[in-house]
């Protein structure tokens, strides 16, 4: 028997309740590799599946948990061994699934991603689908163009987990870094993570007025999405792309095309979750190369299966800082 953070729903009330219990192998899931896990984390996306589901979840009792790594224990597949190092992200485990908020998982060898060199399992974790995410939106606007002399890049929800990586990544890479932040009192936080400039939220979270500003911005990850990343788009620089993670500020973009049309800027998506596996070792050998593992450190909270009730509300109030690394064990 082992623990796990175990989502019920009552058949009367509706209501989920979320608390750790004791499980066994036969409770989890078909996959063919076990993998023991050592540490998991908190995201947006774990806050609504921890919580009532927000339509993620499909079937009750539920063990959430988006990302995890550990050590494979057993496997059928020729890829993993036991003993062998893992990531995982996205496929959407912990929402369709049963996740890392649990100290063993069953999934599919189809979604782990070895650990690469240098990566211990707490720092994968510290790093999660946030950076994970982060470094995918860095690799983007790089494959557009984007180079430190382009001018400065700007990092929305900036003490955020995807926003905290972004902007430690782009400082590391040697880029002029600003960033976004509802929360005056994360500039210390920030700057230490290598932000150049603080931009208060209220600065550019009114709607748009005008569809072109100032040409302001090299670059952009975008964290927030809604009105404020329709205000940025005006504020790119001729060619100069975002790239969009997420919808932190709400989901609708009210915006003009004007920015695509007379200044050429790209708008460029960002999935994480069906990533294609060349890219995520791809993102996470870069990971391993360009995120300084003392800046990842300053990001992280540590916690334990039985924070996540709390941890799970309070992301979802935005009132989560960084990153926290949840030790399963
Ligand atoms: P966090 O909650 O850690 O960070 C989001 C940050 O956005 C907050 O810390 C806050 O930053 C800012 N923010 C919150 N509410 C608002 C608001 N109303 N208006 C403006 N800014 C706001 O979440 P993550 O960093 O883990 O994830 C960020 C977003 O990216 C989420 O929407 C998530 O769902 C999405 N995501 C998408 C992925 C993908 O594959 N595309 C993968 C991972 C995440 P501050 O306090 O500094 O202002």
Redo the contacts with the bound molecule.
């Keep these: 028997m082992f623990n796990a953070l175990v989502v019920r729903k009552g058949e009367e009330s509706g209501k989920t309740s979320a608390s750790v219990e004791q499980i066994g192998l036969d409770d989890l899931p078909a996959g063919n590799v076990t993998v023991a896990v050592e540490y998991s984390t908190v995201?947006?996306?774990d806050g609504l599946c921890i919580g009532p589901g927000g339509g993620l979840v499909r079937k009750y009792p539920h063990v959430p948990g988006i990302d995890f790594a550990g050590t494979v224990e057993a496997s059928d597949d020729p890829r993993y061994k036991p003993g062998d190092k893992v990531v995982l992200t996205g496929w959407r485990v912990g929402e369709v699934h049963w996740g890392g908020y649990a100290q063993k998982a069953r999934v599919s060898a189809d979604w782990l991603v070895p650990l690469p060199e240098g990566l211990d399992t707490r720092a994968a974790m510290a790093v999660g689908?946030?950076g994970f995410?982060a470094m995918l939106a860095v690799m983007a606007l790089e494959d557009h163009g984007l180079s430190p002399d382009k001018g400065e890049v700007l990092v929305?929800?900036?003490?955020?987990?995807?926003?905290s990586v972004a902007t430690a990544i782009l400082a590391h890479l040697g880029y002029q870094v600003a960033g976004?932040?509802?929360?005056p009192e994360?500039e210390g936080y920030l700057k230490g993570l290598g932000a150049t400039r603080i931009v208060a939220?209220e600065e550019i979270?009114e709607p748009v007025k005008r569809p072109l500003e100032a040409e302001t911005w090299a670059g952009c990850v975008d964290?927030?999405g809604g009105p404020?990343l329709a205000r940025v788009l005006g504020q790119v620089k001729y060619g100069g792309s975002v790239a969009a993670?997420?919808?932190?500020?709400g989901a609708n973009l009210p915006a003009t095309v004007i920015p695509f049309l007379l200044r050429g800027v790209n708008l460029l998506g960002?999935?994480?979750?069906m990533q294609p596996y060349e890219n995520r070792v791809r993102a996470w050998g870069r990971i391993a190369k360009d995120l300084p593992m003392d800046r990842l450190e300053a990001m992280i909270h540590p916690a334990t299966l039985s924070d996540l009730p709390q941890l799970g509300a309070d992301?979802l109030k935005?009132q989560?800082r960084g990153r926290v690394v949840v030790d399963v064990n």
Aim: charged content about 10%.
């Design positions: 995201n947006y996306k689908t946030a995410t929305t929800g900036a003490a955020g987990g995807v926003g976004v932040t509802g929360r994360q939220r979270a964290a927030v404020m993670v997420g919808l932190a500020g960002i999935d994480s979750v992301i935005g989560v």
